[in-house]
Protein backbone atom coordinates (compact mmCIF):
# COMPACT_ATOMS: atom_id res chain seq x y z
CA UNK A 1 0.00 0.00 0.00
CA UNK A 2 2.69 2.51 0.74
CA UNK A 3 4.74 1.71 -2.62
CA UNK A 4 1.10 2.30 -4.17
CA UNK A 5 0.66 5.83 -2.57
CA UNK A 6 4.58 6.69 -3.08
CA UNK A 7 3.82 6.06 -7.03
CA UNK A 8 0.15 7.51 -6.93
CA UNK A 9 0.43 10.63 -4.42
CA UNK A 10 -3.65 10.42 -4.58
CA UNK A 11 -5.57 8.84 -1.37
CA UNK A 12 -8.57 7.75 -3.48
CA UNK A 13 -6.24 6.25 -6.32
CA UNK A 14 -4.17 4.33 -4.08
CA UNK A 15 -7.64 2.95 -2.45
CA UNK A 16 -9.34 1.97 -5.94
CA UNK A 17 -5.42 0.24 -6.88
CA UNK A 18 -5.54 -1.83 -3.53
CA UNK A 19 -9.19 -2.50 -3.28
CA UNK A 20 -9.66 -0.76 0.16
CA UNK A 21 -11.13 2.53 1.61
CA UNK A 22 -9.39 5.91 1.40
CA UNK A 23 -9.61 6.19 5.43
CA UNK A 24 -8.14 2.39 5.78
CA UNK A 25 -5.11 3.90 3.23
CA UNK A 26 -4.83 6.94 5.83
CA UNK A 27 -5.01 4.86 8.99
CA UNK A 28 -2.75 2.56 7.66
CA UNK A 29 -0.28 5.26 6.53
CA UNK A 30 -0.75 6.91 9.92
CA UNK A 31 0.28 3.97 11.94
CA UNK A 32 3.39 3.45 10.21
CA UNK A 33 4.60 6.50 10.53
CA UNK A 34 4.44 6.38 14.21
CA UNK A 35 5.91 3.06 14.19
CA UNK A 36 8.91 5.36 12.07
CA UNK A 37 8.42 8.32 14.42
CA UNK A 38 8.53 10.61 11.80
CA UNK A 39 5.77 11.85 8.76
CA UNK A 40 6.37 9.81 5.36
CA UNK A 41 3.80 11.91 3.77
CA UNK A 42 3.14 16.20 3.53
CA UNK A 43 -0.49 16.26 2.68
CA UNK A 44 -2.41 19.52 1.79
CA UNK A 45 -5.71 19.77 0.52
CA UNK A 46 -4.82 20.21 -3.18
CA UNK A 47 -1.55 17.68 -3.04
CA UNK A 48 0.41 14.07 -1.09
CA UNK A 49 4.08 14.62 -1.08
CA UNK A 50 6.47 12.24 0.05
CA UNK A 51 8.65 13.58 2.68
CA UNK A 52 12.88 12.74 2.04
CA UNK A 53 12.05 9.70 4.73
CA UNK A 54 9.48 8.66 2.49
CA UNK A 55 10.94 8.63 -0.67
CA UNK A 56 14.30 6.59 1.01
CA UNK A 57 11.43 4.00 2.41
CA UNK A 58 10.16 3.68 -0.70
CA UNK A 59 13.04 3.11 -2.87
CA UNK A 60 14.16 1.01 -0.33
CA UNK A 61 10.98 -1.37 -0.11
CA UNK A 62 10.50 -1.35 -4.09
CA UNK A 63 13.31 -3.53 -4.99
CA UNK A 64 12.23 -6.37 -1.88
CA UNK A 65 8.59 -5.54 -3.27
CA UNK A 66 9.36 -6.91 -6.56
CA UNK A 67 11.38 -9.99 -5.37
CA UNK A 68 8.66 -10.92 -3.51
CA UNK A 69 6.60 -11.03 -6.54
CA UNK A 70 9.10 -12.60 -8.48
CA UNK A 71 9.04 -15.28 -5.77
CA UNK A 72 5.16 -15.95 -5.64
CA UNK A 73 5.48 -16.14 -9.88
CA UNK A 74 7.74 -18.85 -9.17
CA UNK A 75 6.08 -20.41 -6.73
CA UNK A 76 2.69 -20.15 -9.07
CA UNK A 77 4.27 -21.73 -11.82
CA UNK A 78 6.44 -24.69 -10.10
CA UNK A 79 2.40 -25.71 -8.57
CA UNK A 80 1.24 -25.23 -11.97
CA UNK A 81 4.03 -27.19 -13.61
CA UNK A 82 4.94 -26.32 -17.47
CA UNK A 83 2.15 -26.39 -19.76
CA UNK A 84 0.86 -24.22 -22.81
CA UNK A 85 2.66 -23.38 -25.93
CA UNK A 86 6.57 -22.13 -26.54
CA UNK A 87 7.38 -21.01 -29.50
CA UNK A 88 10.81 -21.53 -30.76
CA UNK A 89 12.27 -20.30 -33.86
CA UNK A 90 15.90 -20.75 -35.61
CA UNK A 91 18.64 -18.72 -37.89
CA UNK A 92 20.74 -20.73 -40.23
CA UNK A 93 21.24 -24.79 -40.25
CA UNK A 94 23.66 -24.62 -37.16
CA UNK A 95 21.11 -23.18 -34.67
CA UNK A 96 17.99 -25.09 -35.73
CA UNK A 97 20.72 -28.80 -34.84
CA UNK A 98 21.03 -26.65 -31.52
CA UNK A 99 17.26 -26.16 -30.95
CA UNK A 100 16.57 -29.74 -32.04
CA UNK A 101 18.88 -31.36 -29.11
CA UNK A 102 16.98 -28.67 -26.66
CA UNK A 103 13.24 -29.41 -27.92
CA UNK A 104 13.97 -32.81 -27.29
CA UNK A 105 15.42 -32.57 -23.84
CA UNK A 106 12.85 -29.83 -22.62
CA UNK A 107 9.99 -32.33 -24.14
CA UNK A 108 11.24 -35.02 -22.23
CA UNK A 109 11.30 -32.94 -19.46
CA UNK A 110 8.09 -31.34 -19.90
CA UNK A 111 5.58 -33.60 -21.98
CA UNK A 112 2.69 -30.83 -21.10
CA UNK A 113 4.16 -27.89 -23.12
CA UNK A 114 4.34 -28.29 -26.56
CA UNK A 115 6.71 -26.67 -28.72
CA UNK A 116 6.28 -24.78 -31.91
CA UNK A 117 9.37 -24.67 -33.83
CA UNK A 118 9.76 -22.07 -36.39
CA UNK A 119 12.47 -20.53 -38.88
CA UNK A 120 13.17 -17.43 -39.41
CA UNK A 121 14.78 -15.47 -41.90
CA UNK A 122 17.51 -12.48 -41.28
CA UNK A 123 15.92 -9.84 -42.27
CA UNK A 124 12.47 -10.66 -39.79
CA UNK A 125 13.90 -13.07 -37.17
CA UNK A 126 14.82 -9.97 -34.52
CA UNK A 127 11.57 -8.38 -35.57
CA UNK A 128 9.48 -11.50 -34.66
CA UNK A 129 10.77 -12.23 -31.46
CA UNK A 130 9.70 -8.45 -30.78
CA UNK A 131 6.15 -8.41 -31.62
CA UNK A 132 6.11 -11.70 -29.91
CA UNK A 133 5.48 -14.08 -32.72
CA UNK A 134 8.43 -16.04 -31.14
CA UNK A 135 9.26 -16.76 -27.37
CA UNK A 136 12.71 -17.95 -27.81
CA UNK A 137 15.43 -17.26 -30.93
CA UNK A 138 18.40 -19.48 -31.63
CA UNK A 139 20.96 -17.82 -33.42
CA UNK A 140 24.68 -15.94 -33.76
CA UNK A 141 24.66 -14.07 -30.46
CA UNK A 142 25.88 -10.94 -32.15
CA UNK A 143 22.33 -10.67 -33.80
CA UNK A 144 21.06 -10.00 -29.94
CA UNK A 145 22.49 -6.65 -29.73
CA UNK A 146 19.55 -5.50 -28.87
CA UNK A 147 18.45 -3.10 -25.73
CA UNK A 148 15.60 -5.37 -24.45
CA UNK A 149 16.85 -8.61 -25.43
CA UNK A 150 18.69 -11.02 -23.17
CA UNK A 151 21.62 -13.20 -24.89
CA UNK A 152 22.89 -16.32 -23.80
CA UNK A 153 24.34 -18.53 -22.96
CA UNK A 154 26.76 -19.74 -25.21
CA UNK A 155 25.95 -23.27 -26.62
CA UNK A 156 28.13 -23.34 -28.96
CA UNK A 157 31.91 -21.81 -30.09
CA UNK A 158 32.77 -22.74 -33.57
CA UNK A 159 36.11 -22.10 -35.31
CA UNK A 160 35.45 -19.25 -37.83
CA UNK A 161 36.21 -20.09 -41.71
CA UNK A 162 36.77 -18.20 -45.00
CA UNK A 163 34.90 -19.60 -48.14
CA UNK A 164 36.35 -19.04 -51.15
CA UNK A 165 35.94 -20.35 -54.79
CA UNK A 166 37.63 -23.94 -55.21
CA UNK A 167 39.71 -22.16 -58.28
CA UNK A 168 40.59 -19.27 -56.12
CA UNK A 169 43.59 -18.18 -55.20
CA UNK A 170 43.90 -19.10 -51.49
CA UNK A 171 41.94 -22.48 -52.08
CA UNK A 172 45.75 -23.61 -52.52
CA UNK A 173 46.65 -22.08 -48.54
CA UNK A 174 46.27 -24.20 -45.33
CA UNK A 175 45.00 -21.85 -43.57
CA UNK A 176 44.30 -18.32 -44.01
CA UNK A 177 44.65 -14.45 -41.72
CA UNK A 178 41.87 -11.81 -41.52
CA UNK A 179 44.75 -9.12 -43.00
CA UNK A 180 44.15 -11.47 -45.90
CA UNK A 181 40.61 -10.08 -46.62
CA UNK A 182 42.11 -6.16 -47.70
CA UNK A 183 43.13 -8.27 -51.06
CA UNK A 184 39.94 -10.01 -51.62
CA UNK A 185 36.13 -8.07 -51.71
CA UNK A 186 33.70 -9.64 -49.00
CA UNK A 187 30.28 -10.85 -49.97
CA UNK A 188 28.09 -8.12 -48.17
CA UNK A 189 25.49 -9.52 -46.04
CA UNK A 190 21.42 -8.46 -46.24
CA UNK A 191 21.51 -4.54 -45.37
CA UNK A 192 18.44 -5.49 -42.81
CA UNK A 193 20.55 -7.76 -40.50
CA UNK A 194 21.16 -6.27 -37.17
CA UNK A 195 24.62 -3.84 -37.57
CA UNK A 196 26.51 -5.74 -34.89
CA UNK A 197 26.35 -8.92 -37.57
CA UNK A 198 26.91 -6.34 -40.39
CA UNK A 199 30.04 -4.92 -38.56
CA UNK A 200 31.73 -8.75 -37.91
CA UNK A 201 31.11 -10.39 -41.15
CA UNK A 202 31.96 -7.09 -43.37
CA UNK A 203 34.19 -5.36 -41.76
CA UNK A 204 35.41 -2.11 -43.04
CA UNK A 205 39.15 -2.92 -42.31
CA UNK A 206 41.52 -5.40 -40.78
CA UNK A 207 42.61 -5.44 -37.26
CA UNK A 208 45.89 -3.45 -38.76
CA UNK A 209 43.72 -1.34 -40.58
CA UNK A 210 43.88 -1.96 -44.32
CA UNK A 211 40.98 -1.19 -45.97
CA UNK A 212 38.45 -4.46 -46.78
CA UNK A 213 36.95 -3.76 -49.91
CA UNK A 214 33.09 -4.68 -50.58
CA UNK A 215 31.78 -7.61 -53.06
CA UNK A 216 27.92 -7.57 -54.08
CA UNK A 217 25.21 -7.81 -51.19
CA UNK A 218 23.85 -10.94 -50.88
CA UNK A 219 20.09 -11.48 -50.02
CA UNK A 220 20.53 -15.05 -48.58
CA UNK A 221 23.20 -17.29 -47.34
CA UNK A 222 22.81 -19.79 -50.21
CA UNK A 223 23.02 -16.45 -52.37
CA UNK A 224 26.36 -15.71 -50.48
CA UNK A 225 28.15 -19.46 -51.68
CA UNK A 226 26.45 -18.99 -54.92
CA UNK A 227 28.16 -15.32 -55.37
CA UNK A 228 31.33 -16.76 -53.29
CA UNK A 229 31.52 -19.84 -56.36
CA UNK A 230 30.70 -17.38 -58.90
CA UNK A 231 34.27 -16.03 -57.88
CA UNK A 232 32.49 -12.70 -56.66
CA UNK A 233 34.50 -12.12 -53.48
CA UNK A 234 34.93 -14.32 -50.19
CA UNK A 235 32.98 -15.20 -47.10
CA UNK A 236 33.63 -15.82 -43.25
CA UNK A 237 30.91 -18.60 -41.77
CA UNK A 238 31.50 -20.67 -38.98
CA UNK A 239 33.09 -23.97 -39.10
CA UNK A 240 29.55 -26.52 -39.33
CA UNK A 241 28.97 -24.56 -42.82
CA UNK A 242 31.99 -27.42 -43.86
CA UNK A 243 29.85 -30.15 -42.90
CA UNK A 244 26.37 -28.60 -43.61
CA UNK A 245 26.54 -26.99 -46.87
CA UNK A 246 28.91 -29.14 -48.93
CA UNK A 247 30.14 -27.77 -52.18
CA UNK A 248 32.50 -29.08 -54.68
CA UNK A 249 32.83 -25.39 -56.12
CA UNK A 250 33.91 -24.16 -52.52
CA UNK A 251 36.76 -23.91 -50.43
CA UNK A 252 36.84 -23.28 -46.81
CA UNK A 253 40.00 -22.44 -45.18
CA UNK A 254 40.48 -21.84 -41.44
CA UNK A 255 41.54 -18.74 -40.22
CA UNK A 256 44.38 -18.49 -37.74
CA UNK A 257 43.62 -15.18 -36.17
CA UNK A 258 40.08 -14.47 -35.98
CA UNK A 259 37.70 -14.87 -32.90
CA UNK A 260 35.36 -17.64 -32.84
CA UNK A 261 31.31 -17.41 -33.48
CA UNK A 262 28.99 -17.92 -30.94
CA UNK A 263 25.57 -19.56 -31.00
CA UNK A 264 22.77 -19.67 -28.38
CA UNK A 265 19.54 -18.35 -27.54
CA UNK A 266 17.96 -15.05 -26.89
CA UNK A 267 14.64 -13.91 -25.69
CA UNK A 268 12.94 -10.65 -24.58
CA UNK A 269 13.63 -9.57 -21.19
CA UNK A 270 9.71 -8.60 -20.69
CA UNK A 271 9.41 -12.53 -21.67
CA UNK A 272 11.38 -14.33 -18.90
CA UNK A 273 8.49 -16.62 -18.36
CA UNK A 274 9.63 -20.13 -16.31
CA UNK A 275 8.41 -21.80 -19.85
CA UNK A 276 11.65 -19.90 -21.34
CA UNK A 277 13.68 -20.69 -18.65
CA UNK A 278 13.30 -24.32 -18.33
CA UNK A 279 13.74 -24.43 -21.92
CA UNK A 280 16.86 -22.64 -22.14
CA UNK A 281 18.31 -24.45 -18.81
CA UNK A 282 17.48 -27.99 -21.25
CA UNK A 283 19.48 -26.19 -24.24
CA UNK A 284 22.55 -25.89 -21.57
CA UNK A 285 21.92 -29.39 -20.77
CA UNK A 286 21.43 -30.97 -24.65
CA UNK A 287 24.55 -32.90 -25.77
CA UNK A 288 27.30 -31.06 -27.71
CA UNK A 289 26.35 -27.65 -25.85
CA UNK A 290 29.29 -25.25 -24.67
CA UNK A 291 28.42 -25.67 -20.78
Known amino acids: MLLTLAEELHFGRTAERVGVTSSRV ?21 QVRLTAIGRRLADDLAPLAAAMNDAVGRAIDAGRGVTGELRVGFLSAAAGQLLLTAVARFSR ?16 AVARLLDGDIDVLFTDLLIAAQPDVVAGPVLLSEPRMLAVAAGHPLARERQ ?13 VPADMPEAFQRDRNPAATPSGAPIPRGPRAASFSETLTLVAAGRGVFPVGENVVRLYPRPDITYLPFCDAPPIHWGPMWL ?4 TRRVREFVQAAQAAPGSTR
Not at 26 to 46: C, D, H, Y
Open 176 to 188: VSVEALADHPVIG
Open 269 to 272: RTNT
Open 26 to 46: SQTVKKLERMIGAPLFERTSR
Open 109 to 124: RHPDCEVHIHEVQGHD
